[in-house]
């Protein structure tokens, strides 16, 4: 037993465990034989709870019995002691606790390096059987080793792990009826390498950490970076303090110490060192850091001033000037001295509290000197009083003798010779000006491979006159700094072993910089390069000896080498060098370092737009870190007065059209630009052709032929939308002397009053009219579209050249504007014509149809001679020449020394100006030249000549009453009746009569005695001369009067006599035509041809007094403009052939268009060319931006800015001029000799709507205007439910249903509604890691779904004692534990078994199973369980990605006790992604109990989508949502006119406040959408950075769910809105009138359901919530009886219970809810319903549904038979019939306006 017992014992130091074992565990007392007697004073020496037995010789082997032989029995410590073997041969009594332990032993290292040797250790504590024994021993990384047989009791084995991480070590031993195990765990890290990354904050500014500066009083943070390492800790110390400390897993990760304001106060200020150290277990030394930490204060009270003996002058020749500062020293100073005629800088450092300093050089005149002063975290300025400087005048004697840099800046730096004479003015002061650029300018050109900075520097005069630097006969250096980071290869040669090196030469055109160190100075040497081979002293690439000559030896030991002296070779170089010694010396001891550098100095070459080297070379002084250029010129971007362009080389036409294939950007664009002109111009010649329609004047079909007062009438339509008319439009003019006939405006040849037309008509009067005083339109609302915008009208009168303007500007329409069909405009005034809105809307609108080049194109007047064809053309021209400058003067460089000119918000430089200026020139003249000739060139056809042969047609129009015979074959008594009663109303309108005028006061013409119209003629006759003949003395002897006005009124009298001279002139001959026999009394012909007669004899007296000796030749009125007479009666002579360029220019403008268009496309091809690639795209990028924005923006700007101008300075009405406007002749009637002279007139068309039948036509709009807007709601409507349906199942994938179902069916089968603790471990290393650890490696269950990152197992627990225990029960429980509640949750850190940390100031791995972590650690969130809601946070145990590894993780736990009486519960959670259905699946499976030891099984799987499909499902249903959002804010346009309108009575309809619940859903909906994104993103971003670690995807699933629902209910409440689209139903809309009716009732009686519904739930869920699973909540119970109500109840486990109580319970809510209330609910909707079917009136919208219907049907020929009679005017034959006779009457009900 003492042998077993020393086996017994630890071995090792390091971590050993047991595994599991197939037999039972023991650990309890063993009793052998009987104790017959115990030795007084023995039993108190027994350790407490052990008990005395005697140990019989004959049962010693019991211990290995009792231990299967594979156990070693191990005696409590204290026994051993007391009392040495515990089973003497003598035989004493004892008491024995004993252990098993397992006989074999694992022994491993705790924590190990990755990469290094891991000594994995197993020795047996008792002799292996004498069977097979198989041991296997699995690292727990994947490999697997197997143990041979063992021959000694120990065996050891080295494995190498290669990544970090927490592994179970397990050793396997089995055998026949043996199975023996071993576990341990091990950790592995990385080793610390050394630090990446360290920087240093403070005061909101960063620092490197070599000058780390803090703040005094604030915070300082360190922020560092390793390399590699793992679990490091990391320390900041000040010698021996600890200022600060940290630990993390990662140390690749950034980590910040902080340092609080009290340490840094301690320190003080001052610069102080500190300390970085980086540790963890497996680096051996410590990696540290050493840093500088300057403590600085903010800078107050500075001061200065000069120091000087004389207050009134300075004799020295510096300025002396004295600073102090109160606190924040050191700083910086910055003196910016400042003279009369030149200024000087210089810095210097404050280091004390005060100082003083000298400044120079001296300074003539006037001084003033500004003092900053600057450190890290503060700057302050002061400015000393000016003063002056006495002495000499001063002249700057060299270009600058120190260095010229950008302060405060890692910049380059101009180092300047002596100043040649002849270079810089000897009086006057330089301006230096310096620019430093960190990348190329010049990138687009692909030459001189430039890398790291570009500088500039530039010299001008005190006027900006650049100053020319070049031709230098002493170099100027300049230091470039090279790239950060670049990698330096240095060779370190044995002068006296070998001598050879390889370099490698990467460019060309490169110098090669040998930078060589010696370890001997002298030490000469021979060097020699080769160029892939070594060399020789006949064969080699360049050859030198060293040293060179130099004041240094970094100048001695330099060679230099350019791409000359290499050849132009690239590639490997060999180097060798060979020592220079004297006789009998074979080697020497010495070393040489080679540093190779590569570096090249290059300037940029203006005149050739490249990169040059000319004048250029590299210095000796080139390091890694800076190159030294040494230039004999400054190059600089000088400017003149013209900038020079961009250069190309048309002679270099073939080799850039070679390089097309490469770069065929800009000609393919000009080449497509060429072929889109043709197809516009295409477009252009038939829009002429259509205008030139347009431009006539039409000679109106119902004007009198014997007419002679002609007007022209010039009828403008609107802009405005449905400006145009498709109605018949009726005018009369009205003037002081009497009204015009109502003349029909119409054209059978062409379209008119279309939207935005001018339309001109020649309307004629028997006479004039006077001064015209107003108009009156209508129209009778037929056709298509009859409303109207009439815009301005204008009427000229022919014979005096008179105009009057009409300023109408409304609508003539019965559903828009003053809903007015018929409207009298009166004539405008000056001052209305010269109103600002009048003006601005003419300027502009002529402007942008005529004055715009662009807008013209589609919008031309018709009458201008600058055609559509000539407007694309010149635009086309205009826009090459654009291209062309804009591409001329592209990427032109700019002067840094260039002033720039500043305008308020507007900043240019000249040479910007000059741009500008220069592109003007080149572009405009010749556009504005083609522009000119093709507006002012006349057209052919209206030459001189052609209008005089044309001059007689136009007196055809009007026939003369001499030609009348011919015409006049069939006359008749009513035709002449109805010619003598039209004379008779034209004198009634010139004179106020009773007598009849009109045929509905005459009569019919059968019934009507042509004596007696003769008669009335004859009166109204005489009444008008004697009426003139009364007032004509007043005029002639009133002394008031002008002779003019005399003369006007003969004038007018005259003409109507004339006139009606002509008239009975014609009614003679048509009498004399017709004779007795026509007549049906022959007395009565005779009769009317002798008052004919006498009326014509009593004119003829009247125009013989006139002077109009023969009355029967018309006058000779004029036809158009050009036509008119003046006042003397001479004829004008004008438009014809006088202004305007020959017709023969228009030949001269198509060839510049033509040059300069070809001309333009071919140079902006070859800069296309000549640019490259990727210049030519930025160009046509920047150049179709900058088009668009001038033709979209600008110009528009400018047209409105010169109408506003124009409108409020200039105030000029622009007239149009029509004098060469053809006329349109209407010839259908000459020549036709049967037909009467006299125009037949139709009242259904010459006289407005009747007021009755307006109104009718007003019903029938507004009920089309309803029907249309109730069809356009039904199929928006149908839309938005289509695109809402497709964004709800474009979001849900239906696979997720089967998805989820696979994998809870997988995790949950066979699983127990109620499990204990055995039963978790048995579930969780059976069901669960069989399932997460599929077939396929990576892959779950059958392999089709991958897990994606680790699962991970999470518990919650209680504190120990978290509850009371009865007082009388203490005895008996010892310990209570509670249900879960998050304040007993169990949040504290323990060692494995639960057991209590011992130091609490140890770093504790955040992978510890036994730490808890919190939902922030976790990146989780609370969780609601079946019982309660869980925190986020908990005890975590990570499982391996291999099921091997997961395996011995759970064994590990679940021997270590992870799971205990304290645990509440227990989450498994993971994520997979299945690519079949493309979707993620968030897994929670939850094991919960609530204290009383049973573990209830629960799963919630959430399925998302986080990879969009590309297919092209995922296009369509992007399009949707797209589409889906449009009708969002559509509806939110509606509802907001609708609040708007309705205010607060809106709030009071439940369909508003379900229209605006939808809008608000959307919203919310959309942004829950964007969060799912952002959420998606970030989780996936995180599982890519650490897929060895869990990916938690819960809260993404939760913005998804989220959304889900949202989408739902939005769906929900979108299909409940169509009940307000059935209204149209009848039926629909009484059961919702019914429903109003009865609300009150009903509302009473659901509040009475709610209450008994509560009532018998809370009753049941008393009853048989402790036994009846269907009661066991109050929800479940309230579903429960729901579920009654319909039907679905399980009587048996009620009744199974308590028959009597179930029966009296459940009949009562039978009888009293099923029989009662709810029949008694629907007897009130049915007596609702059936006062609504006695008392229901029709709705309005029945009438609408009609109509629709009709129109419908009408639209697919579908006839359409409605019920109601009403019936809207057949609009469409009002043409034909007048509006007056029409017999569809509507029924006169209230019609709702309001149509949205």
């Given at each position: 037993?003492?042998?077993?017992?020393?086996?017994?014992?630890?071995?090792?130091?390091?971590?050993?465990?047991?595994?599991?074992?197939?037999?039972?565990?023991?650990?309890?007392?063993?009793?052998?034989?009987?104790?017959?007697?115990?030795?007084?004073?023995?039993?108190?020496?027994?350790?407490?709870?052990?008990?005395?037995?005697?140990?019989?010789?004959?049962?010693?082997?019991?211990?290995?019995?009792?231990?299967?032989?594979?156990?070693?029995?191990?005696?409590?410590?204290?026994?051993?002691?007391?009392?040495?073997?515990?089973?003497?041969?003598?035989?004493?009594?004892?008491?024995?606790?004993?252990?098993?332990?397992?006989?074999?032993?694992?022994?491993?290292?705790?924590?190990?390096?990755?990469?290094?040797?891991?000594?994995?250790?197993?020795?047996?504590?008792?002799?292996?059987?004498?069977?097979?024994?198989?041991?296997?021993?699995?690292?727990?990384?994947?490999?697997?080793?197997?143990?041979?047989?063992?021959?000694?009791?120990?065996?050891?084995?080295?494995?190498?792990?290669?990544?970090?991480?927490?592994?179970?070590?397990?050793?396997?031993?089995?055998?026949?009826?043996?199975?023996?195990?071993?576990?341990?765990?091990?950790?592995?890290?990385?080793?610390?390498?050394?630090?990446?990354?360290?920087?240093?904050?403070?005061?909101?500014?960063?620092?490197?950490?070599?000058?780390?500066?803090?703040?005094?009083?604030?915070?300082?943070?360190?922020?560092?970076?390793?390399?590699?390492?793992?679990?490091?800790?990391?320390?900041?110390?000040?010698?021996?303090?600890?200022?600060?400390?940290?630990?993390?897993?990662?140390?690749?990760?950034?980590?910040?110490?902080?340092?609080?304001?009290?340490?840094?106060?301690?320190?003080?200020?001052?610069?102080?060192?500190?300390?970085?150290?980086?540790?963890?277990?497996?680096?051996?030394?410590?990696?540290?850091?050493?840093?500088?930490?300057?403590?600085?204060?903010?800078?107050?009270?500075?001061?200065?001033?000069?120091?000087?003996?004389?207050?009134?002058?300075?004799?020295?020749?510096?300025?002396?000037?004295?600073?102090?500062?109160?606190?924040?020293?050191?700083?910086?100073?910055?003196?910016?001295?400042?003279?009369?005629?030149?200024?000087?800088?210089?810095?210097?450092?404050?280091?004390?509290?005060?100082?003083?300093?000298?400044?120079?050089?001296?300074?003539?005149?006037?001084?003033?000197?500004?003092?900053?002063?600057?450190?890290?975290?503060?700057?302050?300025?002061?400015?000393?009083?000016?003063?002056?400087?006495?002495?000499?005048?001063?002249?700057?004697?060299?270009?600058?003798?120190?260095?010229?840099?950008?302060?405060?800046?890692?910049?380059?730096?101009?180092?300047?010779?002596?100043?040649?004479?002849?270079?810089?003015?000897?009086?006057?002061?330089?301006?230096?000006?310096?620019?430093?650029?960190?990348?190329?300018?010049?990138?687009?050109?692909?030459?001189?491979?430039?890398?790291?900075?570009?500088?500039?520097?530039?010299?001008?005069?005190?006027?900006?006159?650049?100053?020319?630097?070049?031709?230098?006969?002493?170099?100027?250096?300049?230091?470039?700094?090279?790239?950060?980071?670049?990698?330096?290869?240095?060779?370190?040669?044995?002068?006296?072993?070998?001598?050879?090196?390889?370099?490698?030469?990467?460019?060309?055109?490169?110098?090669?910089?040998?930078?060589?160190?010696?370890?001997?100075?002298?030490?000469?040497?021979?060097?020699?390069?080769?160029?892939?081979?070594?060399?020789?002293?006949?064969?080699?690439?360049?050859?030198?000896?060293?040293?060179?000559?130099?004041?240094?030896?970094?100048?001695?030991?330099?060679?230099?080498?350019?791409?000359?002296?290499?050849?132009?070779?690239?590639?490997?170089?060999?180097?060798?060098?060979?020592?220079?010694?004297?006789?009998?010396?074979?080697?020497?001891?010495?070393?040489?370092?080679?540093?190779?550098?590569?570096?090249?100095?290059?300037?940029?070459?203006?005149?050739?737009?490249?990169?040059?080297?000319?004048?250029?070379?590299?210095?000796?002084?080139?390091?890694?870190?800076?190159?030294?250029?040494?230039?004999?010129?400054?190059?600089?971007?000088?400017?003149?007065?013209?900038?020079?362009?961009?250069?190309?080389?048309?002679?270099?036409?073939?080799?850039?059209?070679?390089?097309?294939?490469?770069?065929?950007?800009?000609?393919?664009?000009?080449?497509?630009?060429?072929?889109?002109?043709?197809?516009?111009?295409?477009?252009?010649?038939?829009?002429?052709?259509?205008?030139?329609?347009?431009?006539?004047?039409?000679?109106?079909?119902?004007?009198?032929?014997?007419?002679?007062?002609?007007?022209?009438?010039?009828?403008?339509?609107?802009?405005?939308?449905?400006?145009?008319?498709?109605?018949?439009?009726?005018?009369?003019?009205?003037?002081?002397?009497?009204?015009?006939?109502?003349?029909?405006?119409?054209?059978?040849?062409?379209?008119?009053?279309?939207?935005?037309?001018?339309?001109?008509?020649?309307?004629?009067?028997?006479?004039?009219?006077?001064?015209?005083?107003?108009?009156?339109?209508?129209?009778?609302?037929?056709?298509?579209?009859?409303?109207?915008?009439?815009?301005?009208?204008?009427?000229?009168?022919?014979?005096?050249?008179?105009?009057?303007?009409?300023?109408?500007?409304?609508?003539?329409?019965?559903?828009?504007?003053?809903?007015?069909?018929?409207?009298?405009?009166?004539?405008?005034?000056?001052?209305?014509?010269?109103?600002?809105?009048?003006?601005?809307?003419?300027?502009?609108?002529?402007?942008?149809?005529?004055?715009?080049?662009?807008?013209?194109?589609?919008?031309?007047?018709?009458?201008?001679?600058?055609?559509?064809?000539?407007?694309?053309?010149?635009?086309?021209?205009?826009?090459?020449?654009?291209?062309?400058?804009?591409?001329?003067?592209?990427?032109?460089?700019?002067?840094?020394?260039?002033?720039?000119?500043?305008?308020?918000?507007?900043?240019?430089?000249?040479?910007?100006?000059?741009?500008?200026?220069?592109?003007?020139?080149?572009?405009?003249?010749?556009?504005?030249?083609?522009?000119?000739?093709?507006?002012?060139?006349?057209?052919?056809?209206?030459?001189?000549?052609?209008?005089?042969?044309?001059?007689?047609?136009?007196?055809?129009?009007?026939?003369?009453?001499?030609?009348?015979?011919?015409?006049?074959?069939?006359?008749?008594?009513?035709?002449?009746?109805?010619?003598?009663?039209?004379?008779?109303?034209?004198?009634?309108?010139?004179?106020?009569?009773?007598?009849?005028?009109?045929?509905?006061?005459?009569?019919?013409?059968?019934?009507?005695?042509?004596?007696?119209?003769?008669?009335?003629?004859?009166?109204?006759?005489?009444?008008?001369?004697?009426?003139?003949?009364?007032?004509?003395?007043?005029?002639?002897?009133?002394?008031?009067?002008?002779?003019?006005?005399?003369?006007?009124?003969?004038?007018?009298?005259?003409?109507?006599?004339?006139?009606?001279?002509?008239?009975?002139?014609?009614?003679?001959?048509?009498?004399?035509?017709?004779?007795?026999?026509?007549?049906?009394?022959?007395?009565?012909?005779?009769?009317?041809?002798?008052?004919?007669?006498?009326?014509?004899?009593?004119?003829?007296?009247?125009?013989?007094?006139?002077?109009?000796?023969?009355?029967?030749?018309?006058?000779?009125?004029?036809?158009?403009?050009?036509?008119?007479?003046?006042?003397?009666?001479?004829?004008?002579?004008?438009?014809?052939?006088?202004?305007?360029?020959?017709?023969?220019?228009?030949?001269?403008?198509?060839?510049?268009?033509?040059?300069?268009?070809?001309?333009?496309?071919?140079?902006?091809?070859?800069?296309?060319?000549?640019?490259?690639?990727?210049?030519?795209?930025?160009?046509?990028?920047?150049?179709?931006?900058?088009?668009?924005?001038?033709?979209?923006?600008?110009?528009?700007?400018?047209?409105?800015?010169?109408?506003?101008?124009?409108?409020?300075?200039?105030?000029?009405?622009?007239?149009?001029?029509?004098?060469?406007?053809?006329?349109?002749?209407?010839?259908?009637?000459?020549?036709?000799?049967?037909?009467?002279?006299?125009?037949?007139?139709?009242?259904?068309?010459?006289?407005?709507?009747?007021?009755?039948?307006?109104?009718?036509?007003?019903?029938?709009?507004?009920?089309?205007?309803?029907?249309?807007?109730?069809?356009?709601?039904?199929?928006?409507?149908?839309?938005?439910?289509?695109?809402?349906?497709?964004?709800?199942?474009?979001?849900?994938?239906?696979?997720?249903?089967?998805?989820?179902?696979?994998?809870?069916?997988?995790?949950?089968?066979?699983?127990?509604?109620?499990?204990?603790?055995?039963?978790?471990?048995?579930?969780?290393?059976?069901?669960?890691?069989?399932?997460?650890?599929?077939?396929?490696?990576?892959?779950?269950?059958?392999?089709?779904?991958?897990?994606?990152g680790n699962a991970r197992l999470r518990q919650l627990r209680v504190q120990k004692n978290s509850c009371q225990i009865a007082g009388y029960m203490q005895q008996f429980v010892p310990d209570c534990h509670a249900p879960y509640s998050w304040d007993l949750e169990d949040m504290g850190f323990y060692d494995p078994g639960w057991n209590h940390l011992v130091k609490e100031n140890v770093s504790r791995s955040t992978f510890s199973p036994w730490t808890y972590q919190t939902e922030t650690q976790l990146r989780a969130h609370p969780f609601w369980g079946k019982m309660v809601l869980y925190r986020g946070g908990g005890f975590v145990a990570e499982i391996s990605p291999d099921s091997q590894n997961a395996s011995r993780t759970l064994e590990y736990l679940f021997r270590n006790t992870w799971l205990d009486a304290y645990t509440r519960a227990i989450f498994v959670e993971f994520t997979v992604y299945n690519a079949n259905v493309n979707l993620f699946c968030i897994v929670t499976l939850l094991l919960e109990t609530t204290a009383v030891g049973a573990f209830q099984f629960y799963s919630e799987l959430q399925s998302v989508?986080?990879?969009?499909?590309?297919?092209?499902?995922?296009?369509?249903?992007?399009?949707?949502?797209?589409?889906?959002?449009?009708?969002?804010?559509?509806?939110?346009?509606?509802?907001?006119?609708?609040?708007?309108?309705?205010?607060?009575?809106?709030?009071?309809?439940?369909?508003?406040?379900?229209?605006?619940?939808?809008?608000?859903?959307?919203?919310?909906?959309?942004?829950?959408?964007?969060?799912?994104?952002?959420?998606?993103?970030?989780?996936?971003?995180?599982?890519?950075?650490?897929?060895?670690?869990?990916?938690?995807?819960?809260?993404?699933?939760?913005?998804?769910?989220?959304?889900?629902?949202?989408?739902?209910?939005?769906?929900?409440?979108?299909?409940?809105?169509?009940?307000?689209?059935?209204?149209?139903?009848?039926?629909?809309?009484?059961?919702?009138?019914?429903?109003?009716?009865?609300?009150?009732?009903?509302?009473?009686?659901?509040?009475?359901?709610?209450?008994?519904?509560?009532?018998?739930?809370?009753?049941?869920?008393?009853?048989?919530?402790?036994?009846?699973?269907?009661?066991?909540?109050?929800?479940?119970?309230?579903?429960?009886?729901?579920?009654?109500?319909?039907?679905?109840?399980?009587?048996?486990?009620?009744?199974?219970?308590?028959?009597?109580?179930?029966?009296?319970?459940?009949?009562?809510?039978?009888?009293?809810?099923?029989?009662?209330?709810?029949?008694?609910?629907?007897?009130?909707?049915?007596?609702?319903?059936?006062?609504?079917?006695?008392?229901?009136?029709?709705?309005?919208?029945?009438?609408?549904?009609?109509?629709?219907?009709?129109?419908?049907?009408?639209?697919?020929?579908?006839?359409?038979?409605?019920?109601?009679?009403?019936?809207?005017?057949?609009?469409?034959?009002?043409?034909?019939?007048?509006?007056?006779?029409?017999?569809?009457?509507?029924?006169?009900?209230?019609?709702?306006?309001?149509?949205?």
């Amino acid at each position: 037993m003492a042998g077993m017992a020393n086996a017994g014992a630890p071995t090792s130091t390091t971590s050993s465990s047991s595994s599991a074992w197939s037999g039972p565990r023991h650990s309890k007392q063993s009793w052998w034989g009987s104790a017959p007697a115990i030795k007084p004073g023995m039993r108190d020496r027994f350790p407490a709870g052990a008990t005395p037995f005697a140990c019989l010789e004959e049962h010693t082997g019991a211990f290995t019995t009792r231990c299967n032989n594979r156990k070693v029995c191990h005696l409590i410590a204290n026994v051993v002691d007391l009392f040495g073997e515990p089973c003497p041969q003598l035989g004493s009594y004892l008491s024995v606790d004993y252990h098993c332990k397992d006989g074999l032993t694992l022994s491993v290292s705790t924590v190990a390096a990755v990469f290094d040797d891991v000594n994995v250790k197993v020795k047996w504590l008792l002799y292996p059987p004498e069977e097979s024994l198989r041991c296997k021993l699995s690292t727990g990384d994947g490999h697997v080793i197997d143990l041979p047989t063992p021959e000694r009791l120990e065996s050891t084995k080295v494995h190498k792990y290669t990544y970090t991480g927490t592994f179970v070590v397990e050793v396997e031993c089995t055998s026949k009826g043996i199975h023996i195990t071993a576990q341990s765990v091990i950790t592995i890290q990385e080793p610390i390498t050394v630090f990446g990354f360290v920087r240093c904050y403070a005061g909101k500014q960063s620092f490197h950490a070599t000058d780390c500066k803090a703040l005094y009083g604030e915070p300082f943070q360190i922020q560092m970076v390793l390399k590699a390492g793992t679990n490091v800790t990391y320390r900041m110390q000040s010698d021996n303090m600890l200022l600060s400390h940290s630990f993390v897993v990662r140390g690749n990760v950034p980590e910040n110490i902080t340092v609080s304001p009290e340490i840094i106060q301690q320190h003080g200020l001052g610069c102080h060192r500190l300390t970085l150290y980086a540790s963890n277990m497996v680096t051996s030394s410590e990696v540290s850091m050493d840093m500088q930490m300057c403590v600085l204060e903010k800078m107050t009270g500075l001061q200065a001033s000069v120091l000087t003996e004389d207050e009134h002058c300075l004799d020295s020749k510096d300025v002396t000037v004295a600073v102090t500062l109160e606190q924040g020293t050191p700083v910086l100073l910055r003196f910016d001295v400042t003279g009369d005629y030149s200024s000087y800088s210089e810095t210097n450092i404050l280091n004390t509290g005060s100082d003083i300093f000298h400044i120079g050089p001296s300074i003539q005149g006037s001084v003033q000197v500004k003092i900053r002063a600057w450190n890290a975290f503060s700057s302050l300025e002061v400015e000393v009083d000016t003063f002056a400087f006495c002495g000499q005048e001063s002249t700057l004697g060299s270009l600058h003798t120190e260095s010229i840099s950008i302060p405060n800046s890692y910049g380059p730096t101009f180092y300047f010779p002596t100043r040649p004479s002849n270079i810089l003015p000897s009086d006057e002061p330089v301006d230096v000006r310096m620019l430093s650029i960190d990348k190329n300018p010049f990138a687009w050109h692909e030459g001189g491979n430039i890398s790291g900075v570009t500088a500039a520097l530039s010299l001008t005069t005190t006027t900006g006159t650049s100053i020319a630097v070049e031709n230098l006969s002493e170099n100027i250096k300049i230091m470039l700094p090279r790239p950060v980071g670049e990698q330096v290869n240095t060779s370190f040669l044995d002068l006296g072993n070998f001598s050879t090196t390889i370099i490698e030469v990467a460019s060309a055109d490169s110098t090669l910089v040998l930078k060589m160190v010696p370890s001997n100075d002298p030490l000469p040497f021979k060097i020699l390069l080769g160029y892939m081979d070594f060399p020789t002293e006949t064969n080699n690439v360049a050859m030198t000896e060293m040293p060179h000559d130099g004041a240094t030896q970094e100048e001695r030991y330099t060679w230099l080498l350019d791409p000359k002296d290499l050849k132009g070779n690239t590639g490997v170089h060999y180097l060798v060098v060979r020592p220079i010694v004297g006789p009998g010396i074979k080697s020497i001891n010495a070393t040489l370092s080679i540093t190779p550098i590569s570096a090249a100095c290059r300037f940029w070459d203006k005149s050739k737009l490249d990169w040059s080297t000319n004048g250029c070379k590299v210095g000796v002084h080139s390091t890694h870190l800076v190159t030294e250029c040494l230039c004999n010129h400054l190059t600089f971007f000088g400017s003149s007065f013209f900038v020079t362009p961009n250069l190309v080389d048309p002679s270099r036409t073939a080799e850039l059209f070679a390089t097309f294939a490469e770069n065929p950007l800009v000609v393919c664009f000009v080449a497509s630009l060429f072929g889109a002109y043709l197809f516009v111009v295409l477009w252009a010649r038939r829009k002429d052709i259509k205008d030139t329609v347009k431009v006539k004047v039409t000679v109106l079909d119902d004007n009198d032929p014997m007419d002679e007062y002609r007007y022209l009438l010039s009828v403008s339509t609107g802009h405005r939308r449905g400006a145009a008319t498709s109605s018949k439009v009726t005018i009369t003019l009205m003037g002081s002397e009497g009204s015009s006939e109502p003349h029909h405006l119409t054209d059978s040849k062409k379209c008119v009053f279309e939207r935005g037309a001018v339309d001109l008509f020649l309307l004629t009067t028997p006479f004039p009219l006077g001064d015209l005083q107003s108009i009156r339109l209508w129209h009778n609302n037929s056709g298509s579209h009859p409303s109207w915008y009439v815009g301005n009208v204008m009427l000229q009168d022919l014979q005096k050249e008179q105009k009057c303007h009409f300023l109408c500007n409304s609508w003539l329409a019965i559903d828009i504007g003053g809903c007015s069909l018929d409207q009298v405009f009166p004539v405008s005034t000056e001052v209305d014509l010269k109103r600002f809105s009048n003006l601005f809307f003419m300027k502009t609108s002529k402007d942008f149809s005529d004055g715009h080049l662009w807008y013209s194109v589609i919008n031309r007047p018709p009458s201008s001679n600058f055609t559509c064809v000539q407007r694309v053309s010149c635009c086309f021209t205009l826009l090459l020449c654009t291209m062309l400058t804009s591409v001329m003067f592209y990427g032109i460089p700019t002067d840094p020394s260039e002033q720039t000119m500043d305008m308020g918000l507007f900043e240019f430089t000249w040479q910007q100006f000059m741009i500008g200026v220069q592109s003007s020139l080149i572009m405009f003249p010749v556009n504005i030249l083609i522009v000119s000739i093709f507006r002012n060139t006349r057209p052919r056809e209206t030459s001189c000549c052609k209008c005089k042969t044309e001059e007689p047609d136009a007196e055809q129009t009007f026939v003369s009453p001499s030609n009348t015979n011919n015409m006049s074959a069939n006359v008749t008594l009513d035709n002449v009746i109805m010619d003598i009663k039209r004379i008779a109303q034209s004198l009634s309108k010139t004179m106020k009569s009773n007598i009849p005028c009109t045929e509905s006061e005459f009569g019919p013409a059968q019934q009507v005695d042509i004596n007696a119209v003769l008669s009335t003629v004859e009166h109204f006759i005489t009444m008008n001369n004697k009426a003139s003949d009364t007032a004509q003395p007043e005029l002639e002897y009133s002394p008031t009067m002008h002779p003019g006005s005399t003369l006007e009124g003969i004038q007018k009298k005259s003409n109507k006599n004339q006139y009606l001279y002509r008239q009975l002139c014609h009614i003679h001959k048509q009498l004399s035509q017709l004779g007795p026999s026509d007549f049906p009394d022959p007395h009565s012909y005779s009769r009317a041809l002798q008052q004919v007669h006498g009326m014509k004899v009593f004119l003829e007296d009247q125009l013989s007094t006139s002077g109009f000796n023969n009355p029967e030749e018309p006058n000779q009125r004029k036809l158009s403009p050009e036509d008119s007479t003046d006042g003397d009666g001479n004829r004008k002579k004008r438009g014809c052939c006088n202004g305007g360029l020959p017709w023969w220019f228009i030949f001269v403008g198509w060839a510049l268009m033509i040059a300069s268009s070809f001309v333009s496309g071919y140079f902006t091809m070859l800069y296309g060319l000549k640019f490259g690639k990727e210049r030519s795209a930025s160009w046509l990028v920047s150049m179709i931006v900058s088009f668009f924005q001038s033709i979209l923006v600008i110009q528009p700007l400018k047209v409105i800015f010169l109408a506003i101008f124009f409108a409020l300075v200039i105030k000029k009405v622009d007239e149009e001029d029509f004098q060469n406007v053809a006329f349109e002749r209407n010839d259908k009637n000459l020549g036709d000799c049967k037909e009467p002279l006299t125009v037949r007139r139709d009242n259904s068309l010459y006289l407005p709507p009747a007021a009755a039948d307006i109104e009718k036509m007003k019903r029938y709009k507004i009920m089309e205007q309803k029907a249309f807007a109730l069809l356009k709601e039904i199929l928006t409507y149908m839309g938005f439910m289509w695109m809402l349906l497709l964004v709800a199942y474009g979001e849900k994938d239906p696979n997720a249903f089967f998805l989820k179902r696979h994998i809870r069916d997988s995790f949950s089968q066979g699983t127990k509604d109620s499990m204990s603790p055995g039963d978790v471990f048995t579930w969780a290393n059976t069901l669960l890691l069989k399932n997460l650890f599929g077939v396929y490696p990576g892959f779950i269950t059958d392999g089709n779904s991958k897990l994606v990152g680790n699962a991970r197992l999470r518990q919650l627990r209680v504190q120990k004692n978290s509850c009371q225990i009865a007082g009388y029960m203490q005895q008996f429980v010892p310990d209570c534990h509670a249900p879960y509640s998050w304040d007993l949750e169990d949040m504290g850190f323990y060692d494995p078994g639960w057991n209590h940390l011992v130091k609490e100031n140890v770093s504790r791995s955040t992978f510890s199973p036994w730490t808890y972590q919190t939902e922030t650690q976790l990146r989780a969130h609370p969780f609601w369980g079946k019982m309660v809601l869980y925190r986020g946070g908990g005890f975590v145990a990570e499982i391996s990605p291999d099921s091997q590894n997961a395996s011995r993780t759970l064994e590990y736990l679940f021997r270590n006790t992870w799971l205990d009486a304290y645990t509440r519960a227990i989450f498994v959670e993971f994520t997979v992604y299945n690519a079949n259905v493309n979707l993620f699946c968030i897994v929670t499976l939850l094991l919960e109990t609530t204290a009383v030891g049973a573990f209830q099984f629960y799963s919630e799987l959430q399925s998302v989508r986080l990879y969009q499909s590309t297919g092209g499902l995922h296009i369509f249903v992007l399009a949707a949502e797209i589409i889906y959002l449009l009708f969002i804010l559509y509806y939110m346009f509606l509802q907001a006119k609708l609040m708007k309108q309705q205010r607060c009575a809106y709030f009071r309809s439940m369909w508003n406040l379900l229209e605006l619940s939808i809008i608000l859903l959307s919203w919310s909906t959309l942004a829950i959408y964007i969060n799912r994104t952002l959420l998606g993103n970030r989780d996936i971003t995180y599982y890519q950075n650490h897929k060895d670690q869990f990916a938690n995807f819960y809260e993404t699933a939760s913005a998804d769910s989220l959304l889900q629902y949202m989408i739902a209910f939005l769906v929900l409440l979108s299909t409940f809105k169509l009940w307000h689209l059935l209204r149209l139903n009848a039926k629909i809309n009484m059961l919702t009138a019914a429903l109003q009716r009865s609300w009150s009732d009903v509302s009473g009686l659901l509040l009475v359901i709610v209450v008994m519904f509560v009532a018998y739930s809370i009753s049941s869920n008393v009853i048989y919530g402790w036994k009846v699973s269907s009661y066991k909540t109050l929800t479940d119970a309230l579903l429960t009886l729901i579920s009654l109500q319909i039907g679905i109840f399980n009587y048996n486990e009620v009744l199974d219970n308590t028959p009597l109580l179930g029966g009296i319970l459940f009949g009562s809510c039978i009888l009293f809810m099923t029989f009662v209330v709810l029949n008694l609910l629907l007897s009130v909707i049915l007596v609702a319903f059936h006062q609504e079917q006695i008392y229901h009136k029709p709705s309005d919208e029945e009438e609408i549904v009609d109509l629709m219907l009709k129109k419908i049907c009408s639209l697919f020929g579908i006839p359409y038979e409605n019920t109601n009679e009403t019936t809207g005017p057949d609009l469409n034959k009002a043409d034909e019939s007048t509006i007056n006779n029409s017999k569809n009457i509507l029924n006169n009900s209230s019609i709702d306006v309001n149509v949205f």
